[in-house]
RNA sequence: GCUAGCGUAGCUCAAUCGGCAGAGCAGCUGAUUUGUAAUCAGCAGGUUGUGGGUUCAAGUCCCUCCGCUAGCUCCA
C-alpha cells in the first residue's frame, strides 16, 4: 500500500498503482486540470510518472502558481520549437535545449541558415504543435538501446553525448512527442497543450559543448509565458532595457563617442561624459583620501621585461596589444608594451626604497589607463573596450593584516554603491580550482586566502551572502566580485578585490620587508577595482539612471530660459551667480518660444530649468521648473540656489527609474 | 576569433522587380519677442562604410576589407 502525503499533511492512501495526476484527479477536477508536474520526495517528476508502489511519499502537485512552474513549460517549449524546426528543416542534428532566464534555447546543427525571417513559419509550427496537444511520453532506456535509439535517429551528437556525457548512467530517459523523440533528462509537461504564450527572439552562433574548437551551432533563443499578458509585459521590458542603452543615450545625450577612425574600442569622453566622470573621480579620491590611500600616476607603457616578471605577459599575450619593438624600427632599443594592468608600476613603486613593518599596509591607488586587445566580437560600447581606465589600488600589507584591509576595500566599495543608489548586488567568491594547473602557488595557500576571504565577507554587515564559485579565481589568487543589479533588475559585474601571493614571491618580484624582527618577510598583495573601470561604470550608471544623472552628477545642472529676449540681461546677472556658486549652468537666448525650450531642456534630463520673464526680473527671482515635478513656483535666486546646493552636496538620488 | 544579420545626410528612417537618392528632426539664414514639452518660411546638407566585379544601368546582385548588432568563445 502506498501512504501519499501532501504538503498541509493530509494523507491519501492507495492500493492500485498511480501517478501524481492520479492524484490530483482524486482532490479534485479542477486540480487535476492545473497540474503541470509533481515534486515527489523533493525531486521534480512529470505528472504522468508512476508513483511507487507501496511507502510513503511526500507529494506536492506543481500548477501554474508555483516557482518551478514556469521553468517547467519552458524546457517543453523548446521541445515543442525543436520538433517544429526539424519539421521544417530535414536533417537537423540536436544539440542542447535547457531554459534559462526569461526563457529558453535550443542547439540545432543545420547546414542553412535560420534567420529571423524564418521565426514566422517555425513560430506557426509551433503553434500547430501546441494545438495538437500530443503527450509527451516518458521513455527509459538502457544505455546501449538508447546509443543504438540515437544512431538511428541520425543524432549523432546526441550519441556523442550519451557515450561522453553519461558514460556513468545505467539508463537514459527520452522524451517522444508523436514523430519526435529527445534525449532529456525532464521533467515535461504532461502535454503540448499546456505550453503558453510564445516569441522566439533571436538566432546566434554558439559552439557544441561550448568549445570553440568544436562544430557551430545555430541557436534559437525564446521566450515563454503562461499568458499572452505576460509576454507582452516582458516584451515591455526588453523594450525599456532598450531605451535606456548607454550606446544610444551617450550619443543622444552627447556623453561619449566610439569612432571607428579611431579604432574599435577605444573610448572618447566628450565634455559632458568627461564632466560625470570628473565628479566621480572626485569622489573617488576623496574616499580614497579618507581611507589612507596614497594617489600616484604612473604611465601607461612600460618594458616588456617588466610583464615577463609578473608573468602577464606570457600568460595574457593574445589579448594584449603587441609589443612597441624599437629594434625593429631603429636597429636598437628594447621592447615596450601598453600595460594591460597597472600593478608592475606600482610594485616597482613599493620596491623604491627599503620597507619596513611600520610602512605597512602601504596602499597605492591610480585611476590607471590599461590597453587589453580584446577579441572583435567582444566589444560593446563603453562595457567591453580596449582601453579603460581602472579605479585600480594595490595594497602591500602582512598576512595578520589581510582581514582588515579586505574588510576596508569591501566597505569603501559599499559606501560608494550606496551613494549612487545601487543596493542590490552580491559578491561572487571566485576560488580556485584544486584539479587544475591553471593556478600557480600552493594549495595551503589557496586554502588559508580562500578562508579569510570568505569569512570576512560572512561577517560584514549589510553585505548579502556570498556565492562560491570555483574555478573562477584568477591565476595568481582568489578573487571577490561585485555584481551590481541596475534600477531594472540587470546584473552588471563590477569591480574585484583579489588576493595575491604570487607577484610578491622571489619567482616574481620578491617583494620583501624588514619585520620587528629585523628579518626580511613577504608582504601579501591586494589588487582592488571596486568599480571595475570608469568605463564600464559610467555605462552602467547611464542606463541605470536612463541617462537622467543625479544632481551632483549632471552635465549640466540648471539651465536659465528667458521668456523673451527682452530680459536677457537679467538673467545674464542670475546665470552669473549660479556660475560663481559653482553651478554648471547653460543657457537658451534664442528667440524661441517658451515652451520649446523647456522642451529642449526636458529631452536633454537637465534636471533644473530656471525661467525668468518680466515678473522674475521685477521681484529678483526666478520660475523653478523641476524636471521631474514642472513648475514648482518662483522664490529669491538666492533660495533657489541654496536649494540646489543642498541637493548637491548630499548626493541625494532623487528617482532612478522611468 | 566564430556564426548570423546589418551599414543610405549630424540623428531617426524611406527609396516597388536592378531604372533620375528622398523625408522628418538637428544645422544655417530671415521673419517672429513669445509665460512652463515643438512659431513660420527659405537654404544647405550624399562618391549610399571601403575596394573590386556583373550589367546598357547597382543603394539594390556577387566578392574583399572595415565597422556595428545579437550570441558563442575569452575576460589579468
Given at each position: 500500500m502506498l501512504n501519499v502525503i501532501l504538503p498541509d499533511g493530509s494523507t491519501l492512501n492507495y492500493t492500485r498503482r498511480v501517478t501524481a495526476l492520479d492524484v490530483a484527479g482524486d482532490i479534485g477536477k479542477r486540480l487535476a486540470k492545473a497540474t503541470l508536474a509533481a515534486e515527489v520526495?523533493?525531486?521534480?517528476?512529470?505528472?504522468?510518472?508512476?508513483?511507487?508502489?507501496?511507502?510513503?511519499?511526500?507529494?506536492?502537485?506543481?500548477?501554474?502558481?508555483?516557482?518551478?512552474?514556469?521553468?517547467?513549460?519552458?524546457?517543453?517549449?523548446?521541445?515543442?520549437?525543436?520538433?517544429?524546426?526539424?519539421?521544417?528543416?530535414?536533417?537537423?542534428?540536436?544539440?542542447?535545449?535547457?531554459?534559462?532566464?526569461?526563457?529558453?534555447?535550443?542547439?540545432?546543427?543545420?547546414?542553412?541558415?535560420?534567420?529571423?525571417?524564418?521565426?514566422?513559419?517555425?513560430?506557426?509550427?509551433?503553434?500547430?504543435?501546441?494545438?495538437?496537444g500530443e503527450l509527451f511520453e516518458r521513455v527509459e532506456l538502457p544505455r546501449t538501446e538508447a546509443v543504438e535509439l540515437c544512431r538511428e535517429l541520425g543524432q549523432t551528437l546526441k550519441v556523442e553525448h550519451i557515450e561522453e556525457g553519461l558514460g556513468d548512467e545505467a539508463s537514459v530517459s527520452f522524451y517522444r512527442q508523436g514523430e519526435f523523440v529527445?534525449?532529456?533528462?525532464?521533467?515535461?509537461?504532461?502535454?503540448?497543450?499546456?505550453?503558453?504564450?510564445?516569441?522566439?527572439?533571436?538566432?546566434?552562433?554558439?559552439?557544441w559543448k561550448g568549445d570553440s574548437n568544436r562544430e557551430q551551432l545555430q541557436r534559437l533563443y525564446g521566450t515563454a509565458w503562461f499568458t499572452q499578458d505576460d509576454l507582452d509585459e516582458h516584451l515591455r521590458k526588453l523594450e525599456e532595457a532598450r531605451r535606456r542603452d548607454h550606446?544610444?543615450?551617450?550619443?543622444?545625450?552627447?556623453?561619449?563617442?566610439?569612432?571607428?577612425?579611431?579604432?574599435?574600442?577605444?573610448?572618447?569622453?566628450?565634455?559632458?561624459?568627461?564632466?560625470?566622470?570628473?565628479?566621480?573621480?572626485?569622489?573617488?579620491?576623496?574616499?580614497?583620501?579618507?581611507?589612507?590611500?596614497?594617489?600616484?600616476?604612473?604611465?601607461?607603457?612600460?618594458?616588456?621585461?617588466?610583464?615577463e616578471t609578473s608573468g602577464h605577459y606570457p600568460y595574457y599575450k593574445?589579448?594584449?596589444?603587441?609589443?612597441?619593438?624599437?629594434?625593429?624600427?631603429?636597429?636598437?632599443?628594447?621592447?615596450?608594451?601598453?600595460?594591460?594592468?597597472?600593478?608592475?608600476?606600482?610594485?616597482?613603486?613599493?620596491?623604491?626604497?627599503?620597507?619596513?613593518?611600520?610602512?605597512?599596509?602601504?596602499?597605492?591607488?591610480?585611476?590607471?589607463?590599461?590597453?587589453?586587445?580584446?577579441?572583435?566580437?567582444?566589444?560593446?560600447?563603453?562595457?567591453?573596450?580596449?582601453?579603460?581606465?581602472?579605479?585600480?589600488?594595490?595594497?602591500?600589507?602582512?598576512?595578520?593584516?589581510?582581514?582588515?584591509?579586505?574588510?576596508?576595500?569591501?566597505?569603501?566599495?559599499?559606501?560608494?554603491?550606496?551613494?549612487?543608489?545601487?543596493?542590490?548586488?552580491?559578491?561572487?567568491?571566485?576560488?580556485?580550482?584544486?584539479?587544475?594547473?591553471?593556478?600557480?602557488g600552493a594549495?595551503?595557500?589557496?586554502?588559508?586566502?580562500?578562508?579569510?576571504?570568505?569569512?570576512?565577507?560572512?561577517?560584514?554587515?549589510?553585505?548579502?551572502?556570498?556565492?562560491?564559485?570555483?574555478?573562477?579565481?584568477?591565476?595568481?589568487?582568489?578573487?571577490?566580485?561585485?555584481?551590481?543589479?541596475?534600477?531594472?533588475?540587470?546584473?552588471?559585474q563590477l569591480g574585484t578585490v583579489q588576493l595575491d601571493y604570487n607577484l610578491p614571491s622571489p619567482q616574481r618580484f620578491g617583494l620583501e620587508y624588514i619585520g620587528t624582527d629585523n628579518q626580511p618577510h613577504e608582504p601579501v598583495m591586494i589588487h582592488r577595482a571596486p568599480f571595475g573601470s570608469l568605463e564600464r561604470f559610467v555605462g552602467m550608471l547611464i542606463e541605470h539612471f536612463a541617462g537622467a544623472f543625479p544632481l551632483w552628477l549632471a552635465p549640466e545642472q540648471v539651465r536659465v530660459l528667458v521668456v523673451s529676449q527682452k530680459f536677457e540681461d537679467y538673467a545674464r546677472q542670475v546665470e552669473r551667480r549660479l556660475v560663481e556658486a559653482g553651478l554648471r549652468v547653460g543657457t537658451d537666448y534664442r528667440p524661441e518660444k517658451i515652451?520649446?525650450?523647456?522642451?529642449d531642456a526636458q529631452l536633454e534630463l537637465i534636471p533644473y530649468m530656471f525661467v525668468i520673464g518680466g515678473r522674475e526680473q521685477e521681484g529678483g527671482a526666478v520660475s523653478v521648473r523641476d524636471r521631474l515635478q514642472g513648475d514648482v513656483g518662483a522664490m529669491p535666486v538666492d533660495e533657489a540656489l541654496a536649494k540646489l546646493r543642498e541637493e548637491i552636496d548630499a548626493k541625494t538620488v532623487r528617482r532612478v527609474a522611468g
Open positions: 520526495d523533493g525531486k521534480l517528476v512529470g505528472s504522468d510518472q508512476l508513483l511507487p508502489a507501496e511507502g510513503e511519499v511526500r507529494l506536492r502537485l506543481i500548477t501554474q502558481r508555483d516557482p518551478e512552474a514556469l521553468d517547467l513549460m519552458r524546457h517543453s517549449c523548446a521541445h515543442v520549437m525543436a520538433r517544429a524546426v526539424m519539421r521544417l528543416y530535414p536533417g537537423v542534428q540536436l544539440a542542447f535545449g535547457p531554459t534559462i532566464e526569461n526563457g529558453f534555447y535550443y542547439d540545432f546543427l543545420i547546414e542553412q541558415p535560420i534567420s529571423e525571417d524564418d521565426f514566422p513559419r517555425i513560430e506557426a509550427e509551433m503553434r500547430n504543435i501546441v494545438a495538437e529527445d534525449l532529456c533528462r525532464g521533467p515535461h509537461l504532461a502535454a503540448a497543450s499546456k505550453v503558453g504564450a510564445v516569441k522566439l527572439l533571436s538566432v546566434a552562433g554558439a559552439y550606446r544610444v543615450l551617450g550619443r543622444q545625450l552627447e556623453l561619449f563617442m566610439i569612432d571607428p577612425k579611431v579604432g574599435s574600442g577605444l573610448v572618447m569622453w566628450l565634455p559632458k561624459g568627461a564632466t560625470v566622470r570628473r565628479e566621480l573621480e572626485a569622489f573617488i579620491y576623496d574616499e580614497l583620501l579618507r581611507r589612507g590611500y596614497q594617489p600616484v600616476y604612473t604611465p601607461a607603457i612600460g618594458r616588456v621585461e617588466l610583464y593574445e589579448s594584449q596589444f603587441p609589443p612597441i619593438d624599437l629594434a625593429a624600427h631603429w636597429g636598437e632599443g628594447e621592447k615596450y608594451l601598453l600595460r594591460p594592468m597597472n600593478c608592475p608600476h606600482h610594485i616597482r613603486i613599493y620596491q623604491s626604497k627599503p620597507r619596513s613593518y611600520r610602512d605597512l599596509p602601504l596602499r597605492i591607488a591610480e585611476l590607471g589607463l590599461v590597453h587589453r586587445y580584446e577579441q572583435s566580437g567582444e566589444l560593446t560600447g563603453m562595457t567591453r573596450v580596449r582601453g579603460f581606465t581602472q579605479d585600480d589600488a594595490h595594497i602591500f600589507c602582512t598576512a595578520e593584516q589581510v582581514g582588515d584591509e579586505f574588510r576596508g576595500c569591501l566597505e569603501m566599495t559599499q559606501f560608494v554603491l550606496k551613494t549612487l543608489g545601487l543596493e542590490n548586488y552580491r559578491v561572487r567568491l571566485s576560488f580556485g580550482d584544486r584539479s587544475s594547473d591553471k593556478y600557480v594549495p595551503e595557500t589557496w586554502e588559508r586566502a580562500e578562508a579569510a576571504l570568505a569569512q570576512v565577507c560572512r561577517e560584514m554587515p549589510g553585505l548579502p551572502e556570498p556565492h562560491i564559485e570555483v574555478g573562477e579565481a584568477a591565476f595568481y589568487g582568489p578573487k571577490a566580485d561585485f555584481v551590481v543589479n541596475d534600477c531594472i533588475g540587470r546584473e552588471w515652451g520649446a525650450k523647456i522642451r
